[in-house]
């Protein structure tokens, strides 16, 4: 039981109606853990209180599942694969998070934050219009033929606003009060609705969202946003246009460390080739989410950023 008592019945897992755990065919004495279809199984009711830290629902979530494990005879899951687990159901619950808490803000509707998926299922630059995304196809080309490669992992989170041929205010308005399959799918599958609609201008920030930051991830997050405004920079060059800014964030549900600190100052790489920009973080800021009532915090400041 975690400290304040909060826990999840574990017969949600070992009898749901879609596969939470099973055993590993290949591998013996391994059960297999269905990230997605336990945070629907956990929360398909209500999503969790937001007073709660965040850790104890993980605590939570690993507790009855290892029991529901035992309920049917399985090994118990791995570390590595609670792990791996920890992070999605944090960025997934970060996520509906955010989402409502735009839906509840009428005067930030003009803007959409959504979750976007990794860069083998998306390229960032497939986000913009055809004109910006054909400029951007030029600057892959021309860095292609000298061998080198613009690659980048995409933000967990992207906040976009002034999109073509759609307004946001009726778009992206339901809000969930549980973590239901249906939910899950439309929060993770909203972006497809912005592919090819963003103008030159439209990003407004973007973020990263971690379970921890490791060491080997540390500097994951600072290149992420390097490459992001750069990339921004390059638009504002191509379309003659610096009037708008790109910002990027980082979240964290774990404490946030001098070393995290001191690595997310890195300098946005374009911004110290050129006398005549003034030198800016990759990272503009950190924010550690101990429960998810603290996502609200970073909402609102993060908006009147980019409302001002």
Same mark, same amino acid.
């Given at each position: 039981? $975690?400290?304040s ?6 017969? !949600?897992?070992?009898?749901? $109606? ?14 297999n853990?269905? #990230? ?49 687990? #920890? ?13 409502? +808490? ?19 299922t ?8 055809? #004109? ?8 892959? &080309? ?11 992992s ?12 759609m307004? =946001?205010?009726?778009?992206?308005? &339901?809000k969930? +009060? ?5 939910c *899950? ?16 201008n439209?990003i407004?920030?973007? !973020?990263?969202?971690? =379970? =921890? ?7 994951? *997050?600072? /290149?992420?946003?390097?490459?992001l ?14 009037? /708008? ?5 980082a ?8 070393? %995290? ?12 080739? %050129? ?23 970073m909402f ?9």
């Open positions: 039981m $975690s400290p008592g909060y826990e999840i019945d574990h017969n !949600l897992f070992a009898g749901s $109606s879609i596969a939470c755990i099973e055993a590993d065919h290949k591998i013996p004495q391994k059960t853990l269905h #990230r997605q279809n336990c945070l629907v199984a956990a929360f398909s009711s209500q999503l969790p209180p937001d007073n709660i830290r965040i850790e104890e629902i993980m605590q939570a979530m690993e507790s009855a599942i290892n029991q529901a494990c035992a309920q049917k005879g399985l090994p118990a899951v791995n570390a590595n694969a609670f792990n791996n687990a #920890r992070g999605s159901w944090f960025e997934l619950l970060a996520t509906i998070t955010l989402w409502n +808490l735009r839906v509840d803000t009428p005067e930030s509707h003009s803007s959409v934050l959504l979750r976007l998926p990794n860069v083998g998306l390229k960032f630059i497939d986000l913009f219009e055809p #004109r910006a995304r054909a400029m951007l196809n030029d600057l892959e &080309t021309s860095l292609s033929l000298k061998g080198v490669n613009l690659v980048t995409n933000p967990d989170i992207i906040c976009v606003s002034n999109l073509q041929d307004d =946001s205010t009726i778009e992206f308005q &339901t969930f +009060l549980n973590a239901s399959q249906d *899950i799918s439309t929060v993770t599958k909203a972006y497809t609705k912005i592919v090819g609609k963003c103008k030159y439209s407004r920030f973007g !973020l990263a969202l971690k =379970s =921890s930051t490791r060491p080997d991830r540390r500097l994951q *997050i600072p /290149h992420e946003g390097s490459i405004k750069a990339i921004n920079a390059h638009l504002q060059t191509r379309f003659w246009d610096a009037s /708008h800014n790109v910002y990027y964030y979240a964290t549900s774990s404490p946030i460390k001098k070393a %995290d600190t001191e690595a997310f100052k890195t300098a946005a790489t374009h911004s110290i080739t %050129d006398v005549n920009v003034k030198p800016m973080p990759a990272v503009d800021k950190s924010f550690y989410f101990a429960t998810l009532s603290d996502v609200k915090a609102e400041e993060c908006m009147a950023v980019i409302e001002d």
